[in-house]
């Protein structure tokens, strides 16, 4: 049975940092694309970052520079590394894995960025 459990998240006042994890099991995360998305409320879920299974990596164009993601394939962790939060980074922060015609989610953890 896969799970990908998040945990991190909380609120931070704008140019604060967070760190965000996924714990998954029952897969292995060097084998599917990891992937952070995000959801802000009346808005539609969007990819935040991902890194591939070579370990490529991606950024949705608002987070470059500020955002990165990682793994840690030993101990099954994710980890989205978020820096110079603004207000409209506020979100549910979901980790997803996908592989061909799998895909799996974890239940979401959310982020507040305000003063």
């Known amino acids: 049975q896969v799970q990908l459990v998040e945990s991190g998240g909380g609120s931070v006042q704008p140019g604060g940092s967070l760190r965000v994890s996924c714990a998954a099991s029952?897969?292995?995360?060097?084998?599917?694309?990891m992937g952070w998305y995000r959801q802000a409320v009346g808005k539609q879920r969007e990819l935040v970052a991902q890194i591939n299974t070579g370990g490529q990596t991606n950024y949705l164009e608002s987070v470059k520079g500020r955002f990165a993601i990682s793994r840690d394939s030993a101990k099954k962790m994710v980890y989205l590394q978020m820096n110079s939060l603004k207000p409209e980074d506020t979100a549910v922060y979901y980790c997803?894995?996908?592989?061909?015609?799998?895909?799996?989610w974890g239940q979401g953890t959310l982020v507040t960025v305000s003063s």
């Open positions: 997803n894995a996908a592989w061909l015609k799998s895909e799996f």
């Open positions: 029952g897969i292995s995360v060097s084998m599917f694309a």
